[in-house]
């Protein structure tokens, strides 16, 4: 392949997160979110460098002292203005070619037009202006809207997705779906994309990130939301692992199934339900960073399950309630950014 998108678990040179400040929609909790962010940032400083773009002014002065108990050689701020905090969705996506990494820039539209979105679409190409890149390409796809949250790689070829969210007409209306895997096999020098057709969450207005779903791993592996009888989501989560199960690998077998479970429900302050889930997790080199919700008996059982998948790997478990308040997890505030021509 003359290009190709790494698997999240081949090595990392750093991660890419964007500091929640008083201009996004984390202004009224703040605090917690904040506190989030900081146990996130500290588990990943110990596996791989860090990036984190802050506002201009006081407020990313506060942040660079929030996290100044950090090891400063292995953070770098960079101080850029963002609408939201999201960098799964408006940051680089990163392919190997033959000449180095090559950050891919690809259009950010609020989730098919629902938030705002004018500043966080240009971060990646403001990152590259400045030199903050660990890239030694740029390529402009702003004719293509892509969030980062709705693929999942095998690092050969293999890309998994969701009709719902690629297919949806608030994002590339004018494409039909041959055209879309066209695209995305060009982007990323795919042989193949699996696409699912089911599966949903209650509150998700990502509309059905794969991230949040289903996730690729090591050994053919996928690790997924199993269905809960007692969910409302019951019905589209068994269809998908139905859809899972018939899927095949490059080389004619069926993936080796991880169920995670189902969080209990979780609310936000106007009492409707949160996409609360641990699919959501972010795989760094020899850890895996687990998104729960302090629901010991859940958070354990989805721990384990992980363990079955990376079981050289440390698992971190990191309080994301107050990150679900604004429908995303920890995988979604976060973006991987590989090594030069490592595995």
């Not at 995303?328 to 991987?336: A, D, I, N, R, Y």
Request: proline share 6%; net charge negative.
């Amino acid at each position: 392949m003359k290009r190709r998108l790494p698997a999240e678990w081949e090595h990392q040179e750093s991660v890419l997160m964007a500091w929640p400040h008083s201009g996004t929609d984390w202004a009224y909790i703040l605090p917690s979110v904040q506190k989030c962010y900081t146990e996130i940032a500290e588990a990943i400083v110990s596996h791989a460098q860090l990036i984190m773009i802050i506002p201009h002014g006081e407020e990313g002065d506060a942040a660079i002292n929030m996290l100044s108990h950090l090891p400063q050689d292995r953070i770098r701020f960079c101080r850029i203005s963002t609408n939201d905090t999201w960098a799964r969705d408006f940051g680089p996506i990163t392919v190997i070619t033959g000449t180095g990494r090559r950050a891919l820039d690809f259009q950010f539209n609020g989730w098919g037009l629902k938030f705002a979105a004018n500043l966080d679409n240009g971060v990646t190409r403001r990152m590259w202006d400045s030199e903050e890149l660990p890239a030694e390409e740029y390529e402009n796809n702003l004719d293509f809207v892509l969030e980062g949250g709705s693929i999942e790689s095998d690092g050969e070829g293999t890309i998994l997705t969701t009709e719902h969210c690629l297919m949806a007409p608030n994002r590339n209306a004018c494409m039909s779906r041959q055209m879309i895997e066209g695209r995305i096999k060009k982007s990323f020098g795919a042989r193949r994309v699996l696409w699912l057709s089911a599966g949903e969450l209650d509150g998700d207005d990502t509309d059905s990130h794969i991230d949040t779903l289903a996730r690729l791993a090591p050994g053919n592996t996928i690790i997924y939301v199993g269905p809960d009888q007692g969910n409302p989501s019951y019905g589209n989560l068994d269809l998908m692992e139905n859809q899972l199960k018939e899927l095949r690998t490059d080389e004619g077998s069926p993936y080796n199934l991880i169920a995670l479970p189902l969080p209990d429900p979780e609310y936000d302050e106007d009492g409707l339900r949160l996409p609360a889930t641990y699919a959501n997790f972010l795989i760094l080199n020899d850890a895996v960073l687990l998104p729960v919700y302090n629901q010991p008996g859940k958070d354990l059982l989805a721990q384990q399950m992980l363990k079955i998948a990376f079981p050289e790997h440390k698992i971190y478990s990191i309080d994301c309630r107050a990150l679900i308040q604004q429908h995303g997890s920890l995988h979604c505030v976060t973006m991987q950014l590989p090594c030069k021509n490592e595995r």
